[in-house]
Nanobody, 113 residues
Framework: VQLQASGGGLAQPGGSLSLSCAASRRIFSFKVMGWYRQAPENQRQLVARVSASGSTYYADSVKGRFTISRDGAKNTVNLQMNSLKPEDTAVYYC????????WGQGTLVTVSS
């Protein structure tokens, strides 16, 4: 199983970015898929996740600003990030659980003016 993350880049505070995670297996075969992030010298933290049933969870720090969604046709899990803040700067990792944990490669998000 492979997870391929794309998107990210540089955004100004208040701006938006979108991340996409393409899975080599049907996304609905995963019990849960989501996004984590890791800032320098910090531990990897859960940002948002969506279960197979469609229920979502967001970290308090991103609630109301980020939206996780699934696209069954494209087999992707996406993270729309709005109202970005400098503290959102981190490497973002796609994650999927399907009996075992799967991780995509990280993609860097930098929020700076």
């Amino acid at each position: 199983v492979q997870l391929q993350a794309s998107g990210g880049g540089l955004a100004q505070p208040g701006g938006s970015l979108s991340l996409s995670c393409a899975a080599s297996r049907r996304i609905f075969s995963f019990k849960v898929m989501g996004w984590y992030r890791q800032a320098p010298e910090n531990q990897r933290q859960l940002v948002a996740r969506v279960s197979a049933s469609g229920s979502t969870y967001y970290a308090d720090s991103v609630k109301g600003r980020f939206t996780i969604s699934r696209d069954g046709a494209k087999n992707t899990v996406n993270l729309q990030m709005n109202s970005l803040k400098p503290e959102d700067t981190a490497v973002y990792y796609c994650h999927g659980f399907r009996g075992v944990d799967y991780w995509g490669q990280g993609t860097l998000v930098t929020v700076s003016s």
